[in-house]
C-alpha cells in the first residue's frame, strides 16, 4: 500500500458516515492525528462510546520520518497515525473518514454533520483539526516542503547538523529561528526579502555570530535528484543549501469551533481558539486539543494535550453520575425511604 492509498486529502463525500447517521455519542472527536487519536484512547478505554470522524490530512503528512518523538524517533508519522487507529479500534472507538462541515449546539449536547450528509450527536465534541501550512510561494519549494523545506529546527535541525542551512525568514521575529540554527551548523544563510527591513542592530547580532545575510528574493528552489541543493536568488546566482528552514504562514481549521462562536485569542501565530489548560473552550462542553489549541505544538505536545482533555473530560462524566446518584439518595432520604 503506497502513503497516498492511505492518507488521501481528497474530499470525503464518498466516505461511508451515513450508517452512522442519527447515532447519539458520549464524545465526537472532529479530527484524528496525534491528539485527536490520542483524546480517543483514553475516552474508549475509559468506556465512554467514542466516534472520532477525520479527513485524514495530518498536517506532517509531507514528512518521511518525524522526530523527537519518544520512542518513535525517525517513524513515519502516518504510521503512527495509523497504529494509533488500530490502538483506538482494539479499545472499541468508533473511526470513520469523513470531512465535518458543521457543528451546531443543540438540546442535550451537540450535532454534527459530515460533508456525506450524514448527522450524529454527542454530548460533549473535540475538536483536534490542526492547522493548514500557508508556504510562501515560490517555485520548487511546495515540491520539497517536509523533505528539504522545512520549519521546525527540534524537528530538523539534528538531521541538518554541521550541513550548510538556509532560513528563509517569513517575518523579523524569524531571526528567533537563525539564532537557534547556529547551534546546529557554521553555515548558516539567513534570506531576507520576504520580511519587513531588519533593524541594523539585529542585523549586526547575526553577522557577529558568523550568520550571513542575503537581501536579494528568493526566485526559485533548487533540487537534483528530489535532493534540495539550493535557491536561485534574483540575480541568477544559486546559493546552496542543504536544508531550508521556513516559516510557512500557520492557518487555524478550527470551523468548527467558529460555527459554535467559540472565543477566540491573540497569539504569535494570529488569532487562536482561547482554551484553559485542559483544553476547555469558551463553549460548555466543546474541548480543543493539539494544533487546534496550540499551532506551535509538536506531536508530543499535541498527544499531551489530547490525553489531558480527555482526562479531564472523562472526570466530568463521572462528576455528573455521581451527582446524579447523589440526588437520587437525597430524594430517597427526604422521602422518608430509608
Ligand atoms: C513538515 C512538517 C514536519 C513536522 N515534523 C515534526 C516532527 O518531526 N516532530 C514533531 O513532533 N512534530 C512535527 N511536526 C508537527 C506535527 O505535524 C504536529 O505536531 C501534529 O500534526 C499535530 O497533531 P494534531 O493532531 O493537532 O493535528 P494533525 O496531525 O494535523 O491532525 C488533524 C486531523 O484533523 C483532520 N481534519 C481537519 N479538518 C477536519 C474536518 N473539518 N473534519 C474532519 N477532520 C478534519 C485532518 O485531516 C487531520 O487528519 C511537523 C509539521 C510539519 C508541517
Known sequence: MTRDDRIST????ASVVPHLDGEHWDVVIIGGGAAGLSAALILSRARRRVLVLDAQAPRNRFAPHMHGVLSRDGYSPLDLVADGRREVLAADGVIETAHVTETRAVSGGFEVTTEAGARVTARRLIVATGTLDVLPDIDGLAEQWGRGVVACPYCDGYEAAGRRIGVL?????????AHMLR???SDITVFTALTDPIPDVDRRV?????IRLEDQSVTNIVSEAGLLTGVTLADGTVARVDALFAEPRPVSLDVPLQQLGAARTDTPFGSWSAVDEFGRTSIQGVWAVGNTANPAALVPIAM???ATAALALNGEFVAEEV????????????????
Do not use: D
Open 10 to 13: 481528497a474530499p470525503t463525500s
Open 169 to 177: 525568514l517569513g517575518s523579523v521575529a524569524g531571526i528567533h529561528k
Open 183 to 185: 547551534s546546529y551548523s
Open 206 to 210: 547575526l553577522e557577529q555570530r558568523g
Open 304 to 306: 499531551g494535550s489530547g
Open 323 to 338: 451527582a446524579v446518584a447523589t440526588h437520587a439518595v437525597n430524594t430517597e432520604q427526604e422521602a422518608g425511604v430509608r
